[in-house]
């Protein structure tokens, strides 16, 4: 099992910064990918960046050019950083990484931008 916390939510207004941590309970380069989804109320959950065992890193074009996942092997994160946020951010971002075929996620941190 592995567990997954993150954390750095909260409220922000819009044009804002967040960066979002997520801290594991093992070595994440046992991980295959390590990434941030995202959940606002009514849609469905989505895939905001994620970053490969390679290091190579994708993103959603929503937020494409203003965000950086990015990751720590000494602290075993893994973080988001999110700038000139949208009140279209809002949502609960979870945290996701794939170890031996398994996906599993963390608790998740609301993320809420006001306009």
């Known amino acids: 099992q592995v567990q997954l916390v993150e954390s750095g939510g909260g409220l922000v207004q819009a044009g804002g910064s967040l960066r979002l941590s997520c801290a594991a309970s093992?070595?994440?380069?046992?991980?295959?990918?390590m990434g941030w989804y995202r959940q606002a109320p009514g849609k469905q959950r989505e895939l905001v960046a994620e970053i490969r065992r390679t290091g190579r890193s994708i993103y959603a074009d929503s937020v494409q050019g203003r965000s950086t996942i990015s990751r720590d092997g000494f602290k075993n994160a893994v973080y988001l950083e999110m700038n000139s946020l949208e009140p279209e951010d809002t949502a609960v971002y979870y945290c996701?990484?794939?170890?031996?075929?398994?996906?599993?996620w963390g608790q998740g941190t609301q993320v809420t931008v006001s306009s």
């Open positions: 996701n990484v794939e170890y031996r075929s398994t996906t599993f």
């Open positions: 093992t070595s994440i380069f046992n991980f295959d990918r």
